[in-house]
């Protein structure tokens, strides 16, 4: 699959975690890899640019931190601009049917307070919703979110190692086309079905 990488950071300098993980995707065939903060630091959009961009790829990945239980305000506005009716939903809307994605995060707080019973009283999947609504509205097909918890401490703790090989894991079994979509799709978070991924592409 010819996968697109949006990032969505807006202070990349100080990232211990996204910006590694942005660097790691440009190394990987078939994926195009978007800094949206870089690219539109006033939040000026091309839409029509960006609707190509989706067009032309299978898979769209949004990386970035969990800022107050969603993203970054960029990519908010990228949603609000470039999913245009007729264009990503709607009866002549179609432009993004079958296509996957899913998003890439992490998040401060750590693994157990994203349960029903933890601190943030739902899981990461559930407080994801407008992402995975928007995707079935679009009739993309939503895979569960990649997620790096308790993030502010993962370098110190030597998990973030892990994650990244993880995350080339991912990147290179979609490409391929050898992650199992509909296992993906089904899963909480797609962590123990990536970390289980050999990290390098497998030759053809
Ligand atoms: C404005 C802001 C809001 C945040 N909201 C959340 C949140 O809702 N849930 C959470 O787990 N972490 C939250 N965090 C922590 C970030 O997710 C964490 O710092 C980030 O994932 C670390 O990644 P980085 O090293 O690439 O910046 C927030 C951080 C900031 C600055």
Redesign the pocket.
Known sequence: MRTLIYLA?P??D????????FEAAQTVTGTTCVDLYAEYPTFEIDVAREQDRLVAHDAVIFL???????A?ALLKEWQDLVLEHGFAYGHEGHALDGKVTFNA?????ADA??SDGGA?GADLRTLLAPFEKTADLCRLRYLAPFA??G??R??EEGRDKAHLASWLGLLNALTDDRLDIEAARASRTLNDIAAALPVASEPA
């Open positions: 950071h202070r990349l100080r990232s211990e975690v996204n910006g590694p993980l970035h931190p969990v800022y107050w239980y969603s970054p995060v992490s998040c401060g707080a307070a994203y943030n790096l918890f993030a502010g993962a370098v």
